[in-house]
């Protein structure tokens, strides 16, 4: 993936399979891969500031090795999707109360960054733009700034 600013590739994959596992968009929706999912994490992780960069590139890595230390066998990535889903769901319902926590925000962060998406957004039935036009032309209606 070219084009990153915070994330190293490996990382950027890190989120995106992460990503993938909790939205679960296909068939409905378009892949991750087909999304800006990943750039929009990285974007955001080049504006934070450098303490949380670094703890959010632990925690996808933490994320990645999860499912050796749970019994899986495999690293994140190397799971298929159903094992990856159970994988976070027993970190979800086993693991100590602030480990249930950080996967409650990574989990929102991949939420956040796939629906984000400007063609996701079209497809879910909102369209930022039409909305923008909409409130230009009633601004001018009502002669507002």
């Known amino acids: ?21 909790v939205v679960a968009p296909e068939p ?11 750039l929009f994490f990285d974007r955001w ?6 303490i949380n960069r670094i703890a959010l590139r632990t925690l996808l890595h933490v994320v990645e090795l999860a499912p050796l230390v749970l019994g899986f066998g495999r690293r994140l990535r190397a799971l298929g999707p159903a094992a990856r889903s159970e994988c ?3 970190v979800e319902k086993r693991a100590p109360a602030r480990v249930r926590q950080l996967t409650k ?3 929102g ?14 497809r879910v039935g909102y369209d930022a733009e039409a909305n923008r036009r909409r409130g230009r032309e009633l601004r001018a209606a009502e002669d507002r700034p």
């Open 1 to 21: 993936m070219s084009g990153l600013l915070a994330l190293s590739p490996r990382e950027a994959s890190i989120f995106a399979c992460l990503c993938d596992t």
């Open 28 to 38: 409905l929706l378009p892949p991750v891969r087909d999304t800006d999912a990943a």
């Open 45 to 50: 992780m080049a504006r934070s500031p450098r």
């Open 88 to 90: 976070l769901e027993a």
């Open 105 to 107: 925000l990574v989990k």
């Open 109 to 122: 962060m991949a939420f956040l960054a796939y629906y984000g998406d400007d063609g996701v957004m079209l």
